[in-house]
Nanobody
Framework: QVQLVESGGGLVQAGGSLRLSCAAS????????MGWFRQAPGKEREFVVY????????LYADSVKGRFTISRDNAKNMVYLQMNSLKPEDTAIYYC?????????????????WGQGTQVTVSS
């Protein structure tokens, strides 16, 4: 069992930065791949980025490549999402998720556990 709690969201101007954090509890955290998804009003939840549990392999959505960076600290049971050069279209609720299999990591169905989400709003 893994419990996830996101933090770090807020209101920022376009071009600014935010760092999201995801605190995980549960002794199996280090064996789970971790992902970030986002959901804007009226839209489906979409994949943002994934980091593998063993080699730290990453996968980014094209829309965030070069602007967002995911990292994890297994010793602290933490995952981070550094978001730079934010755009108004990045506005969404951001969710942290854990995958026990590491398969279909760009899909919602590839994850076993989800956090409650944190709001990110980027003003123009």
């Amino acid at each position: 069992q893994v419990q996830l709690v996101e933090s770090g969201g807020g209101l920022v101007q376009a071009g600014g930065s935010l760092r999201l954090s995801c605190a995980a509890s549960g002794r199996t955290f280090s064996s789970h791949g971790m992902g970030w998804f986002r959901q804007a009003p009226g839209k489906e939840r979409e994949f943002v980025v994934y980091i593998g549990w063993r080699l730290g392999t990453t996968l980014y959505a094209d829309s965030v490549k070069g602007r967002f960076t995911i990292s994890r600290d297994n010793a602290k049971n933490m995952v981070y999402l550094q978001m730079n050069s934010l755009k108004p279209e990045d506005t969404a609720i951001y969710y942290c998720a854990a995958s026990s299999t590491g398969y279909s990591v760009s899909r919602v169905g590839g994850y076993d556990y989800w956090g409650q989400g944190t709001q990110v709003t980027v003003s123009s």
